[in-house]
């Protein structure tokens, strides 16, 4: 939860949010097979328990240069604490079947290691779906794009969720292709979704 600040509950782990959002089912509109898996691990509802944590899976680690791809497990949950640098609507995408409604979309929040250092190849990218964004609305809430921004921007946050490799954007993550002048992350991994939020003190 927000220390400090109310907005973010504990929820039950193990618990299911929403599987369906607006009629856009987990797979989203994907055509092919792969995407449609792809997308059911962003829209995964349930809340993850102790066992599934990977605790070895920190902001550090995570950022570390090299080949990731299979360095983490997107069956494992991870909590990664990091500087907020940017919170925003996320793009338009297959998994929220295409919705030019940015509240109805992921918010994509970008973190760092050290905010001193903060070009575009040192960060992570974390994400809260709206199928999470609603179940917390259900208990009175709000995980909207705008709030989150007004209350996480330039603190420090420990995100739990979902540990994901979202291969759409590894030829854009600074591990899996070195060098490329349009890389705008360090890694494909993500927190994807994001299940808990906890505003902390400066590591």
């Not at 919170?87 to 973190?111: L, S």
């Not at 909207?144 to 209350?151: E, G, H, Y």
């Amino acid at each position: 939860m927000f220390a400090g600040l109310a907005g973010i509950p504990d929820t039950e782990p193990g618990a299911f949010a929403t599987q369906v959002y607006q009629e856009c089912p987990p797979e989203g509109n994907a055509q092919t097979e792969h995407l449609k898996d792809l997308n059911k691990l962003k829209n995964r509802g349930y809340f993850p328990v102790n066992t599934d944590f990977d605790t070895t899976a920190s902001l550090k680690n995570i950022l570390k240069p090299g080949k990731d791809e299979k360095r983490w497990n997107s069956k494992k949950a991870a909590r990664i604490t990091g500087y907020v640098y940017d919170v925003k609507a996320g793009g338009i995408e297959t998994c929220n079947c295409k919705t030019k409604d940015p509240d109805k979309r992921d918010t994509h929040i970008e973190i760092l290691a050290d905010p001193m250092h903060d070009k575009k190849m040192l960060r992570m990218i974390v994400e809260v779906t709206p199928r999470l964004r609603e179940e917390m609305k259900k208990n009175g809430h709000n995980w909207s794009t705008k709030a989150l921004r007004d209350k996480l921007l330039g603190r420090w946050v420990a995100f739990s969720g979902w540990l994901l490799f979202d291969a759409e954007h590894a030829n854009l993550s600074e591990n899996t292709w070195p060098g490329r002048e349009k890389n705008w992350r360090a890694t494909a991994w993500e927190i994807h979704p994001v299940t808990k939020i906890e505003v902390v003190s400066k590591p």
